[in-house]
């Protein structure tokens, strides 16, 4: 994905329509276990090329969660969060911290408003990724 590329989920993979609070493609398991915390989720099977570029395919995206909250998500992800977490992406795999040939979570991208998690899953190929918005406080 060329690192200005914008983040385009189709209507048809929101995964909320059909009441379900998990994603159809991406890193579902870097989600928080309390689910119904999260406000909005994206998730995408991004390919890891030869070269170590990460491209994102439109047709490999899904979200979930209320249309605001998911707008919200898809803005910050396409005003600067894609950038930071491409980058440490590929500066990992660059630098073997992460591979395409051994599972393991990373956080990319953690601040007050946004987490993007990434696993390659050993897939030789894949990197699934997740991002949501900062879950809502319990109430008491």
Not at 20 to 32: C, H, N, T, V
Not at 53 to 59: A, K, S
Not at 95 to 104: F, I, L, Q, V
Request: proline share 2%; hydrophobic share 40%.
């Amino acid at each position: 994905m060329d690192v200005g590329a914008r983040v385009n989920v189709g209507r048809r993979m929101i995964n909320e329509e059909l009441g379900e609070r998990s994603l159809r493609y991406g890193y579902d398991a870097g989600l928080p276990e309390e689910r119904r915390l999260v406000r909005a989720a994206w998730g995408a099977r991004a390919i890891i090329t030869d070269t170590s570029v990460i491209d994102i395919l439109g047709d490999r995206q899904s979200t979930f969660g209320p249309a605001r909250d998911v707008a919200e998500l898809l803005a910050r992800l396409n005003h600067g969060v894609n950038t930071r977490w491409i980058d440490l992406a590929t500066t990992l795999l660059a630098t073997g911290e992460m591979s395409r040939n051994e599972a393991g979570e990373f956080v990319l991208v953690a601040d007050r408003d946004v987490t993007v998690k990434a696993n390659t899953k050993a897939s030789d190929g894949y990197l699934y990724v997740c991002a949501y918005l900062a879950p809502h406080a319990e109430t008491s």
